[in-house]
């Protein structure tokens, strides 16, 4: 890095660090001014954050340090914690920085991305932080799968029509559920999805968050083991705690009538295969009808 390399001085302290360090904005300043003056640098921009967090990006001078990048090569503090104190942000600073092809300097741990070691070091820290994430990834994983074959409760995810959930458990909404088993026995009675999709839609019937109902919204429906009683995450399903809106026989009927549709066989989508072992079931509009007349 040549003496013409434009520096960004940036600064930062929040009534905290003060306190408990006292390395006050004047005294960061001045050390990297000197540290500047001794390797030929000129200071091309100043940014000074005063009372704001390390943990927070959205410092109104670091902001405006990295829309002004243009104006600067090399990014200097004083330590690496001025600049930010999560690692992941600091990380993500740093891949843009590479992109932009901007160097980092912190001047109190001889840390310089201009220089071969600079860089090397930089290389370890980044292999270092995504080693961390894939383990973090990898214990998630690990963690989510084992519940999805045994544990209680539901997996993380959005809501679905039919249901509401409260405490980490699952319950049926009663006028989200008539629309979800209407689904179903339309299905059974020979319609196509985009049949069910446009009858719902000419009587204005809403989808989930809104929005009209489409081929993929009604297929979603009836592929999901979650109306039937079945909880599925990563190919395991396995039978749940929350109360389902068809029974396990309609749903494996709809999925076998969905399959006997598929014109090409390489878009068929597999259906989820429910488990022996049955969860709650509660019996849709027209099976209850059956039952009453005896059928």
Not at 94 to 102: A, N, P
Not at 155 to 169: A, E, H, I, K, Q
Not at 239 to 253: C, L, Q, S, W
Request: a positive charge; charged letters at 30%; proline letters at 5%.
């Amino acid at each position: 890095m040549g003496s013409e390399t434009r520096v960004a001085v940036y600064t930062r302290v929040s009534t905290e660090d003060q306190a408990k360090e006292g390395f006050s904005l004047d005294a960061q300043r001045e050390r990297l001014e000197a540290y500047c003056k001794a390797r030929g640098w000129p200071v091309a921009r100043t940014y000074v954050d005063d009372g704001h967090s390390g943990r927070d990006v959205r410092r109104p001078a670091y902001q405006r340090m990295m829309e002004e990048r243009d104006a600067w090569d090399t990014l200097l503090v004083i330590k690496m914690d001025r600049i930010h104190r999560n690692s992941r942000n600091f990380m993500e600073m740093m891949e843009s920085l590479q992109e932009w092809e901007k160097n980092f300097v912190s001047a109190t741990e001889s840390f310089d991305t201009s220089t071969a070691m600079g860089r090397f070091v930089m290389d370890i820290i980044q292999r270092i932080a995504q080693l961390e994430s894939e383990q973090i990834g990898e214990r998630v994983y690990m963690g989510m799968s084992q519940k999805a074959r045994t544990g209680p409760g539901i997996l993380g995810f959005n809501v679905p029509l039919g249901f509401s959930v409260s405490d980490g458990r699952l319950s049926v909404n009663p006028e989200e559920a008539r629309v979800v088993r209407e689904i179903f026995d339309r299905c059974l009675a020979g319609e196509t999805t985009e049949q069910i999709a446009d009858g719902l839609n000419a009587r204005s019937v809403r989808a989930k968050r809104g929005g009209r109902w489409s081929h993929s919204r009604i297929l979603y429906i009836l592929h999901n083991p979650l109306y039937a009683g079945f909880l599925r995450w990563d190919g395991h399903t396995r039978p749940a705690e929350h109360p389902a809106i068809v029974p396990a026989t309609v749903y494996e009927r709809a999925q076998g009538a969905l399959q006997s549709r598929i014109q090409n066989p390489r878009l068929a989508r597999a259906p989820a295969k429910l488990p022996k072992e049955r969860g709650p079931v509660a019996a849709s509009p027209r099976s209850r009808e059956a039952a009453a007349a005896g059928g």
